[in-house]
């Protein structure tokens, strides 16, 4: 089966660095990715991981870590706008080339000043 | 930067009644898919679309509902009897590759009466 957690809700203040975790067991993983959800609209594509370790994309990062089933996202320099949902999102290998994506519920982080 | 257009914004439609959703895939993608997301729940796959045919579809992708790409720029998700729990968010995505993260819509909200 398909599980993958992340907390429901973070607070953080702007110009601080959040860490948003991400804990998956699929049957079959074929990279995790990160969407930015503002209430309403569409998820935004931020990062992802195939293989383990960080990747880097100016102010936010992702880590991978296969063998544990975890991923993180890291958020530098909050701004009031990063006040969105943050999902996790893992691509099932199973599909085949399709890969479908398989979502958490999602993080709601509310930045303050 | 080119993206996914998704029409109409809102649609209310009386229960019972078909409803199609329709979308725009940036140009050169190739694969194809629908989610939808419950008011504060999270996303879910319904269905995936590569080479002119359906390649995966979920358990909630039942008789009712149906795919068709009718030439070369639109995708569309048909739904024929609605229901009052077909109320969502109905999110397009496409990508190019196999390897490229998928980019979504801005959604289409159905509000079923």
């Known amino acids: 089966g398909q599980n993958i957690d992340q907390p429901t809700e973070m607070t953080a203040t702007e110009g601080a660095i959040v860490q948003i975790n991400c804990t998956y067991q699929t049957s079959g993983f074929n990279g995790l990715f990160w969407y930015q959800q503002h209430a309403g609209e569409a998820p935004t594509f931020l990062s992802y991981?195939?293989?383990?370790g960080l990747e880097e994309k100016g102010r936010f990062s992702s880590f991978l870590s296969r063998s544990k089933g975890y991923s993180y996202l890291l958020l530098k320099e909050l701004q009031m706008k990063d006040s969105a949902s943050y999902l996790c999102?893992?691509?099932?290998?199973?599909?085949?080339?399709?890969?479908?994506?398989?979502f958490g519920a999602g993080t709601r982080l509310a930045v303050h000043p | 930067e080119p993206e996914v257009t998704q029409t109409p914004s809102h649609q209310v439609t009386q229960m019972g009644q078909e409803v199609i959703l329709r979308c725009v895939p940036i140009s050169n993608h190739l694969y194809f898919y629908w989610y939808r997301q419950i008011l504060g729940q999270k996303v879910e796959f319904l269905v995936s679309f590569y080479n002119n045919e359906i390649s995966e579809k979920s358990e909630i992708f039942d008789d009712q509902f149906s795919v068709e790409r009718p030439d070369g720029s639109n995708f569309t998700l048909k739904i024929r009897s609605t229901k009052l729990e077909d109320s969502a968010m109905y999110f397009c995505?496409?990508?190019?590759?196999?390897?490229?993260?998928?980019?979504f819509g801005d959604g289409t909200r159905l509000s079923i009466l």
């Open positions: 991981n195939v293989l383990d």
């Open positions: 995505a496409s990508k190019d590759s196999i390897d490229q993260p998928q980019h």
């Open positions: 999102a893992v691509r099932d290998r199973r599909s085949g080339g399709y890969n479908k994506l398989i």
